[in-house]
Each structure stands twice: as C-alpha cells, then as structure tokens.
C-alpha cells in the first residue's frame, strides 16, 4: 500500500477514535475524582460507568483488553479501599 494512501487512512481512524478516547479518558478522571471524594453512592456510579465505557473502547479497538483489565482492577480496588475505610 502506498504510504500517501495508509497517511490518508491513519488521519481518518484518528479522527474516527479521537472522541471515544476522549470520553474514555473522561470517564475514567471522573471516577478517580469521586473515589477521592470519598463519597460512596457517588463513586460507585461513576466507577460502573467508566467500567462501561472502558469495556466499550476495547470492542471498537481503541484499547487493548489487558490494558483495560488492569485499569478495571485498580479502579475497583481503590473504590473498594474507599468502602472500606468508610464502613
């Protein structure tokens, strides 16, 4: 394939990714600020929806899924040490 050909391609995966990256990397900051918070119902919801948005972006090949495994892992853990210290 000619490179001119695979640049043109390259441009329009970027910008076909650019939000889906953009609302995983938002999802994932939110959750992590409401673990901090120590609020639990809150926490909770916004670490479910960044679990969902994580799972969303390894189906459209945005990520990779031991990369999101391990991010759910860590999320899920300090949200866990956050219940724990609040019980």
């Given amino acids: 394939m000619p490179a001119k050909k695979a640049g043109r391609q390259q441009v329009k995966r970027a910008v076909r990714t650019r939000g889906d990256r953009t609302e995983t990397r938002s999802a994932m900051a ?19 929806d960044a679990l969902a948005t994580l799972d969303r972006a390894v189906q459209k090949g945005i990520l990779h899924k031991n990369n999101v495994n391990r991010r759910k892992s860590r999320m899920a853990a300090q949200l866990n040490k956050m219940k724990a210290a609040s019980a």
Wanted: aromatic share 0%.
């Fill in 30 to 48: 939110k959750a992590l600020r409401s673990v901090e918070s120590g609020d639990v119902a809150e926490a909770e919801t916004a670490v479910h």
